[in-house]
């Protein structure tokens, strides 16, 4: 089926470990973007992807990276984990206008001891 | 600032009971707007989105919503709740011209009594 793809589901990391998140997208969508979502803060964007080749800070890229490794995938990387980084990820992608919506996957449910 | 508004952080309906979920955002132009589901351990669905043109919008599930410039709001709406329907419910506005950045409220978890 059509839609966003993100692995691992789960990942259990040790504070300072560095790790990898997964996202692939089979719509050809141009945007894509890195969500975190905590019980009552919604989601908040780390970083998005407006088109190929370009990345952008959203509101809490502090501690993140990210890869727009081609039109259909875009990577979230921790350096050095920490607690406070405990969260579940969430990749989307949309169409390039603005009354397009998102396409979600089904999240990464990430902990840091 | 652009913002979305979601006043229940909870809700608790009977099965077969009616029910309304409110949305209220603001925005500097007409926007573009967006329901959202989140059953546990699963990404956002897309219930429904208004554009323009008619004000109450269909969307899956039995869903309706229905937009309300006077009040900036965009309440999401079901004649009869099912006890499949509880889940996380999320609105959303589309990006402001010139950006990328959807806007999400903060969700509001509806419980289902049989």
């Known amino acids: 089926n059509a839609g966003v793809t993100q692995t691992p589901k789960f990942q259990v990391l040790k504070t300072g470990q560095s790790m990898t998140l997964q996202c692939a997208q089979d719509?050809?969508?141009?945007?894509m973007y890195w969500y975190r979502q905590d019980p009552g803060m919604g989601l908040r964007l780390i970083y998005y992807s407006a088109s190929e080749g370009t990345t952008d800070k959203g509101e809490v890229p502090n501690g993140y990276n990210v890869s727009r490794l081609n039109k259909r995938e875009f990577s979230l990387r921790l350096e050095s984990a920490a607690p406070s980084q405990t969260s579940v990820y969430f990749c989307?992608?949309?169409?390039?206008?603005?009354?397009?919506?998102?396409?979600f996957g089904d999240g990464t449910r990430l902990s840091i001891l | 600032a652009q913002s979305v508004t979601q006043p229940d952080i909870h809700i608790t309906v009977s099965e077969g009971a009616s029910l309304e979920l409110r949305c209220n955002y603001s925005?500097?132009?007409?926007?573009?707007l967006f329901w959202y589901v989140q059953s546990p351990g699963q990404g956002l669905q897309l219930l429904l989105k208004?554009?323009?043109?008619?004000?109450l919008v269909q969307g899956i599930k039995g869903f309706e919503a229905e937009f309300k410039r006077s009040q900036s709001s965009f309440n999401l709406r079901k004649p009869s709740v099912h006890w499949s329907d509880a889940a996380e419910y999320v609105c959303a506005v589309g990006p402001p011209e010139g950006t990328y950045k959807y806007i999400f409220g903060t969700g509001t978890r509806l419980k289902v009594l049989a």
């Open positions: 989307a992608s949309s169409g390039m206008v603005s009354n397009q919506p998102q396409h």
């Open positions: 719509m050809n969508h141009n945007s």
């Open positions: 208004y554009f323009s043109g008619d004000t």
């Open positions: 925005y500097g132009a007409t926007p573009y």
